[in-house]
């Protein structure tokens, strides 16, 4: 399935160099740059052969997706490698980038105000001090025990129960596994057994993001359709590519 709207560009970033703040100072800043946050890579999208290290900047469509280190649902792709312009004959072929069709396709089913992720690997949450895929996994695995607590006679146990043990798990569980897993883990932790018997059925970061997903109305009220443009050949000399309105739109 590929998802609704205009594919756009791909801009190859050559050696692109990450824009790192020191911690714990006044420059410290968890998100990095635009263009290093929103590339992707170029053996994944295309453009690799540009350089010894290529990252590849999507604009547009390439800024809709967020990473997850479980949840990813897209992968993006598409990229076609085409210009407009002949490098060795224009003067305006530097100017432009040669790959276009950016786009993502649904791995699986995305269900309405639900984010869309694509995959990073763990050393991208890492160094944005981000839980990774571990910390999810080791959550995951406590939730499935929380929630099959059970008695000698095989009944649920009391809430009360639930809690000392909840409990346990945090005071000797947790700190063995370090103070940033720890920390990592224990915003995962359901609180209660409701929400223990949800995180063991969709996993922890599922029921998280559930908890936190928009709604249609807030959807139709602040959502913005993208398919208003689209990427072509431009109709000016020497542009190579530019935005084209795909129906009237009003000033």
């Not at 053996?43 to 900047?57: H, I, L, P």
């Not at 001090?129 to 059970?150: F, I, K, M, N």
């Not at 897993?181 to 969709?202: G, H, N, Y």
Request: proline letters at 7%; glycine letters at 10%; charged letters at 20%.
């Amino acid at each position: 399935l590929l998802l609704q709207g205009q594919p756009g560009i791909a801009v190859p970033v050559i050696d692109p160099v990450m824009v790192l703040y020191d911690e714990g100072t006044d420059n410290e800043r968890e998100a990095f740059d635009m263009i290093g946050t929103y590339s992707s890579s170029g053996t994944a999208t295309g453009g690799d052969g540009e350089a010894v290290r290529v990252d590849m900047f999507a604009p547009g469509v390439g800024t809709l997706a967020n990473y997850h280190p479980v949840l990813h649902n897209v992968l993006p792709g598409g990229v076609t490698a085409h210009s407009p312009l002949d490098r060795y004959a224009d003067v305006g072929a530097g100017a432009c980038t040669a790959y276009h069709n950016f786009s993502y396709r649904a791995t699986q089913p995305i269900v309405a105000g639900e984010e869309v992720f694509v995959a990073a690997p763990d050393k991208w949450f890492a160094e944005r001090h981000l839980p990774g895929a571990e910390a999810y996994h080791t959550a995951d695995r406590l939730a499935v025990a929380l929630a099959g607590l059970r008695d000698a006679d095989g009944n649920e146990v009391t809430e009360d129960a639930f809690r000392r043990v909840l409990s346990a798990i945090k005071g000797d569980v947790l700190p063995p596994l370090g103070p940033r897993r720890e920390a990592e883990v224990r915003a995962f932790l359901p609180a209660d057994r409701p929400a223990a018997q949800e995180a063991a059925r969709s996993g922890t970061a599922r029921a998280k993001l559930v908890r936190g997903r928009r709604g249609l109305q807030w959807l139709a009220t602040h959502g913005a359709c993208l398919d208003h443009l689209r990427e072509g050949a431009s109709t000016l000399p020497q542009a190579g590519r530019g935005a084209f309105a795909t129906r009237v739109v009003p000033r």
